[in-house]
């Protein structure tokens, strides 16, 4: 059978973006028609995909308006994507305001069948959610959804505590397309960011508060006085000038790289020799999943839904996110001992491949659409 299901998420680089981009495109690539609903064009999502399209949302001004109401456009664009592409589903990220307007789409379209589904990453529950102008509206959001889903236990728990919600919420991970994210010795043989024998450390974010970026350039400082190493920082946010500044305080900047927001993630990440992620928490750490399915070995926070990527000592070490001689002392460690360094970065690609591989995660979620659909979905091929 094939489902006719409407995706929406933000645009930017974010894990949620991330995660909605790829679910979507490998549902499309199973036979599934699937519409994409947002405000700009996902960052991953390019070039022409049989059975996946895009519908932007059109903003107005108005005068009396303090600002554009997007949520209420959205949901008017969801409404109008329903009934021309006669969808089965909403499957939105981020709890407000993508909840919120397919609930309104949901009620627009009655008393024809539209079942919506939350899928809740992280700050939309620990920050956005706990303002007290959205928390009795993302409680609302989440208790009307017909399903809902969290990428991780902790978020799971988190969900529950913070909301007091008896509501089921399945554990659904991220996955990474580990054909795509994979170890390139070609390009570590002939790395273009490395300089000489140089160490490449690897840092990638949306550089909000929550990602501790301050501690990136502490720890990659106290890890230069020991080895030739280099920092490469991918990504773009509201505290990339503040790691700027630290770096130059601290006498590192020249050895610092700020590549920005990349297209081609996976060849960055397989050029690198560690990836380092001191978040104050974590929901998931995609980036994190991404680097041990190049065979990256990473030093990441022990907060959030890390430990349930990264287990200690196998694919990499979890660090408290506010100790930096610790966190040092473990990248220098990876960086210091080749033969360990082999050794997590094999083990941490076996992890990706037999726990967070593309055909486990989304049989996990075609499931769940089955079920609120209550129609068998006949098994397909699929790759990572």
């Known amino acids: 059978m094939t489902l006719r299901i409407g995706i929406t998420s933000f645009a930017a ?4 973006g991330i995660l909605a981009t790829e679910l979507g495109r490998h549902l ?28 932007r949302v059109e903003m107005t001004t108005y005068t009396p308006f303090p600002s554009a109401p997007y949520s209420l456009a959205l949901a008017s664009k969801m409404t109008e994507v329903a009934l021309s592409a006669d969808l089965d589903l909403l499957h939105v990220h981020y709890a407000i305001p993508h909840a919120a307007s397919a609930y309104l789409a949901k009620q627009m379209l009655a008393p024809r069948p539209l079942k919506t589904i939350t899928t809740l990453h992280g700050t939309d529950i620990t920050l956005v959610g706990r303002e007290p102008s959205f928390f009795p509206l993302t409680r609302f959001a989440i208790e009307q959804s017909d399903a809902v889903t969290a990428v991780s236990q902790w978020l799971h ?19 990474v397309d580990t054909d795509v994210f994979r170890p390139r010795p070609d390009l570590r043989a002939a790395n273009p960011l490395r300089r000489g024998d140089e160490k490449l450390i690897i840092h990638a974010s949306n550089f909000r508060p929550v990602k501790n970026v301050h501690r990136v350039a502490e720890i990659f400082a106290m890890v230069r006085q020991d080895l ?70 990473v030093v990441v926070s022990n907060r959030g839904g890390l ?35 082999a050794r997590m970065g094999e083990t941490g690609r076996s992890i990706s491949r037999e726990r967070f591989c593309i055909r486990c ?24």
Do not use: W
Request: charged fraction near 25%; hydrophobic fraction near 40%; glycine fraction near 10%.
């Open 13 to 16: 680089s974010g894990g949620s």
């Open 28 to 55: 499309a690539m199973r036979g599934h028609q699937v519409h994409f609903i947002s405000s700009a064009l996902p960052l991953r999502l390019s070039g022409f995909e049989p059975n996946l399209c895009f519908h």
């Open 361 to 384: 995660v989304i049989t996990d979620y075609l499931d769940l659409y089955s079920e609120l659909l209550g129609r068998p979905l006949e098994a397909e091929a699929g790759g990572g």
């Open 307 to 341: 430990p349930e990527v990264i287990t200690e000592g196998e694919s990499g070490f979890l660090r408290d996110p506010h100790d930096v001689p610790a966190f040092a002392a473990a990248v220098t460690r990876i960086l210091s001992e080749p033969e360990l360094a």
């Open 157 to 175: 728990d988190e969900t529950v505590r913070e909301f007091g919600t008896t509501r089921e919420i399945r554990v659904i991970p991220n996955f």
């Open 228 to 297: 030739k190493c280099r920092l490469v920082l991918v990504g773009d946010g509201p505290e990339l000038a503040t790691i700027e500044r630290l770096t130059k305080r601290l006498g590192v900047h020249d050895d610092v790289l700020f590549l920005g927001v990349q297209e081609e993630m996976e060849e960055v990440m397989a050029m690198a020799d560690v990836l380092i992620l001191p978040s104050e928490h974590e929901s998931f750490g995609l980036v994190a999943l991404e680097a041990i399915s190049c065979g990256v070995p």
